[in-house]
């Protein structure tokens, strides 16, 4: 494991810390995918809002608590914590220098001081030893090349008896807004099923894999509740398919088609997208965790 790089070029960063094997995943985040979900902000926030709270719940944030959000994305997790944990501070850690700064705007218009947003990767961030009471996360857990590392960097962050409460995906199976996209845009092709635990959305839907990994790092009690809610992509057909349309894994299934195969299988996300409007919006299945344990 590696602490810490040469400054980077081109990239429009320098100097973050970031582990060598999650370098692609850096490059995505801090790139394209974390740019389009920093212009959707408002759209992403809508589609996993009913994780919210859920969320929130098992981490019992109270005043005076000093909480870790990791892979905060735009923030809305880690201002909702500092609401809660005020007057310490909140800090929001994530890969993304475009979703970071939508996080500090929403700082700034919420007027909400005792919150901090910090680039870097959380599998090697140097936390202060003990530093934090809870850890939380919404659907930021989920990346990393190597997990085994990152819990346990997390962990030394935590104060004995400090808690953690984590939102991650549970298997694709179960998930229709993934199953469902990708079927559309199969395009007569056999797709890929990922190996079982590789870094994605679902890496860490098996929860004796959840368990396993918490408990090497330090973590005990650790539970897992089952929470299915929908995705919401947009109030009606024309926005969702437009916000489907640009998510990176759609990008990737498209890619290496030829025209009239492309726009055939576009033809068929559209008529999926359609199918699933409902009168609360565009809406697809999907099933989460949420994790709590507490460390040793
Ligand atoms: C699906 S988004 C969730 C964002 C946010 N938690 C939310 O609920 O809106 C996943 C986030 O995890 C971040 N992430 C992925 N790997 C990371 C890592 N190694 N360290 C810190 N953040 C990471 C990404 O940059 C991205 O913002």
């Not at 809660?84 to 500090?104: F, H, I, K, T, Y």
């Not at 850890?135 to 857990?141: D, E, K, L």
């Not at 549970?170 to 996209?181: D, L, S």
């Not at 024309?238 to 894994?249: I, M, P």
Request: hydrophobic residues 45%.
């Amino acid at each position: 494991m590696v602490v810490g790089r040469p400054p980077r070029r081109g990239l429009g960063v320098s100097g973050v810390p970031v582990d060598p094997a999650n370098e692609d995943t850096f490059r995505s985040w801090d790139g394209p995918g974390g740019e389009y979900w920093a212009t959707n902000a408002a759209t992403f926030d809508e589609s996993m809002a009913a994780y919210l709270p859920p969320l929130f719940a098992a981490a019992n944030v109270s005043l005076g608590e000093r909480v870790l959000d990791i892979g905060c994305g735009n923030g809305v997790t880690t201002l909702e914590a500092a609401r809660r944990s005020a007057p310490a501070r909140a800090m929001g850690l994530d890969l993304s220098a475009s979703m970071l700064e939508v996080a500090r705007h929403r700082a700034t218009e919420q007027r909400t001081a005792n919150v901090e947003f910090i680039q870097g990767d959380a599998q090697v961030y140097p936390f202060e030893p003990g530093g934090f009471d809870v850890v939380i996360s919404r659907a930021g857990v989920m990346f990393f090349a190597d997990p085994a590392a990152a819990f346990a960097n997390i962990g030394r962050g935590v104060r004995s008896g400090g808690r953690l409460a984590l939102m991650v995906w549970q298997g694709i199976e179960v998930n229709e807004w993934m199953t469902a996209v990708a079927a559309a845009l199969a395009a007569g092709r056999t797709l890929p099923t990922p190996p079982p635990g590789a870094p994605g959305p679902s890496s860490l839907g098996n929860p004796d894999r959840v368990r396993q990994l918490l408990g090497d790092a330090g973590f005990g009690g650790v539970d897992l509740t089952g929470v299915v809610e929908p995705m919401r992509f947009g109030p009606d057909t024309g926005s969702a398919y437009e916000f489907v349309f640009g998510l990176s894994f759609v990008g990737a299934l498209l890619k290496d088609l030829d025209e009239p195969t492309r726009a055939d299988a576009l033809a068929e996300l559209r008529s999926v997208v359609e199918a699933h409007l409902t009168p609360a919006g565009v809406q697809f299945g999907a099933a989460a965790w949420i994790v709590t344990a507490a460390r040793t």
